[in-house]
């Protein structure tokens, strides 16, 4: 992925304590970034960043807020998905030795950085975040009696499809046990089983 230089946080300059810093994220942050994102249509979510700087660490807070356009697993149609979710994330300043080699291995909610470094680039963790945020599942929302507000029309399109293809799998079946090579055998195996 390629980076750009309004996610970099210069945090040796920063007083320790807690730092706020607040991202517009929209469909051209993907492509800035180099990342792939076809299946989002639109993109408008706000990313708020704590950064509580201490001596040895940085304890980072991601508040993803916002929407993305996406079609519907369902029915196919586009529709307007909430975002909100939070996460945590430790950044641990190590002087780099060959001792340290085996202990500065990232795990997950811990990442470790060289103390040489200046910056640290937030891109990388806000998109991985925005897509941790999206459900697996893309489904509109019920309405407020529990019904789905699917497109009508392309459920209706799609039962009708599917009931076609069942009848095509019945038929397909029954045309297939009855063309079977094999019927003829049971035949002949009763006629020499009576000689």
């Known amino acids: 992925m390629r980076y750009h230089r309004e996610f970099e946080i210069a945090y040796v300059g920063l007083k320790n304590g807690v730092h706020t810093y ?42 993803i807020n916002g929407s993305v356009d996406v079609a519907c697993d369902r029915c196919g149609e586009i529709f307007t998905l909430p975002l909100w979710d939070e996460f945590d994330l430790i950044v641990k300043l190590r002087d780099h030795t060959m001792e340290d080699e085996d202990e500065t291995e990232d795990d997950g909610d811990i990442v470790f950085l060289s103390k040489n470094e200046t910056v640290i680039d937030l891109s990388e963790w806000i998109y991985e975040f925005i897509l941790l945020s999206i459900p697996m599942q893309r489904i509109h929302p019920d309405d407020a009696e529990g019904n789905t507000t699917c497109n009508k029309d392309n459920l209706a399109l799609l039962d009708k499809m599917s ?15 009855k063309n079977n090579i094999w019927k003829g055998l049971d035949a002949f195996k009763n006629n020499n089983n009576q000689n």
Request: aromatic share 8%; no cysteine.
């Open 163 to 177: 009931q076609q293809q069942a009848e095509e799998d019945e038929e397909a079946a029954k045309e297939q046990q």
């Open 22 to 63: 607040n991202y517009e994220i929209g469909k051209p942050f993907f492509e800035l970034i180099g990342a792939e994102a076809e299946d989002l249509e639109a993109v408008n979510v706000q990313a708020t960043v704590t950064l509580d700087k201490h001596p040895d660490f940085l304890a980072l807070k991601f508040d």
